[in-house]
């Protein structure tokens, strides 16, 4: 499969010839600074390209094959035996210096006594100093390119992480309860026998909740005012199923209209409190509060607690695990919770955000 070269590739590339151009330029730019002499600058700079051709064909060839297709691949002997060979190759150019080299008259060899050896060993410290050098070279492009490849892991891992993030948001903000639609539906069939009227305004109330819920919560943050709006009409469409022995309580006080927050946040807990707040036959009391304080951003919902028997899947307590899972999602080291049932039989919930970020 073909990779698709990316605009991070060309940097990266870039990057690398960026590099080494300024190291080929350092002893012709040093040279003319020295002399004053521009024509010495195109002899310095073939003097620096002799010595370092080896070593950056070495890189290049480690940084982008040898690299990602045998060392990070753990094939380490195919990776040992390509560099050997390319360094050996590379730098076959000091034995050749030997068989090359000018042809010695006989009687001078009695003059130059040992002259062989010496020249062996001069080609062989070249040939070693350079080997030396251009493994140093590889072991570098491995470095630099494990760097990278660290790098352009975690990136990704961030990105699939923030696509999951974002995936595991969109279906915790869905997760409202399908009975609460079939319910009202029922409710306000009934109401329409009763006041024509007032089951209009019901379905009038029913559409501005669907209509937002479907098409004003794709962002991540919303204005507090249609939140509000939301949670009232939800409020009210829920009252539909209340006897004249519950009393409902909803207060909202918020001062700054530019205010954002989560979208859905809170309504899985208004929903909560009717499942199990609202009983058929016994008083029943809801007091539902959002304000505003400085930087901070209160949620109350208190209500009397009828817990629901085995047989009524309802109020299973998913809609509390979910939006405590978005708070940490969302609001991550930013948020309270309070959640508990007083002695008289109120069960309590409290959240703190923090608005400033």
């Not at 990266?12 to 010839?17: E, F, K, P, Q, S």
């Not at 360094?87 to 050749?96: D, H």
């Not at 946040?265 to 929903?271: K, M, V």
């Not at 304080?293 to 817990?307: A, I, K, Q, S």
């Amino acid at each position: 499969m073909n990779k698709k070269i990316e605009n991070k590739d060309l940097w990266l590339l870039g990057a690398n010839v960026a590099v080494w151009a300024v190291v080929l330029l350092v002893l012709p730019l040093a040279t003319f600074l020295s002399t004053g002499d521009v024509t010495s600058i195109g002899t310095s700079f073939m003097v620096a390209w002799r010595q370092f051709q080896s070593s950056i064909v070495v890189y290049f060839i480690n940084f982008y094959l040898l690299g990602p297709y045998l060392f990070f691949k753990r094939r380490n002997w195919w990776f040992v035996i390509c560099n050997l060979i390319l360094i050996l190759g590379l730098n076959s150019r000091f034995f050749l210096l030997y068989f090359n080299r000018p042809n010695i008259p006989p009687h001078l060899h009695h003059h130059v006594p040992g002259m062989d050896s010496r020249m062996w060993i001069g080609i062989f410290s070249g040939f070693l100093m350079f080997f030396v050098l251009n493994c140093v070279m590889a072991a570098i492009a491995i470095g630099i390119r494990h760097f990278v490849r660290i790098r352009q892991i975690k990136q990704q891992l961030k990105e699939e992480k923030a696509k999951n993030t974002e995936a595991e948001l969109a279906w915790l903000k869905n997760q409202i309860n399908p009975h609460f639609l079939f319910n009202t539906l029922n409710n306000i069939s009934s109401l329409t026998q009763i006041d024509s009227d007032a089951a209009q305004d019901a379905i009038a109330q029913l559409s501005d909740l669907l209509r937002y819920a479907m098409y004003e919560t794709n962002k991540k943050m919303v204005p507090i005012d249609g939140e509000i709006n939301f949670m009232s009409n939800f409020i009210d469409l829920m009252k539909l199923r209340c006897n004249e022995k519950a009393i409902i309580n909803a207060k909202f006080d918020i001062h700054n209209p530019k205010l954002e927050v989560a979208p859905l946040l809170f309504i899985s807990l208004i929903e909560n409190a009717f499942k199990h707040g609202v009983s058929s036959n016994r008083p029943s009391n809801i007091d539902i509060c959002l304000k505003e304080e400085e930087d901070r951003l209160v949620f109350t919902c208190d209500n009397t607690n009828y817990p629901k028997n085995d047989t009524d899947r309802s109020g299973s307590g998913i809609g509390l695990e979910n939006t405590r899972r978005r708070l940490e999602l969302v609001y991550h080291g930013r948020y309270e919770w309070e959640q508990s049932i007083t002695s008289d039989n109120i069960y309590h919930v409290r959240i703190i955000l923090k608005t400033n970020q």
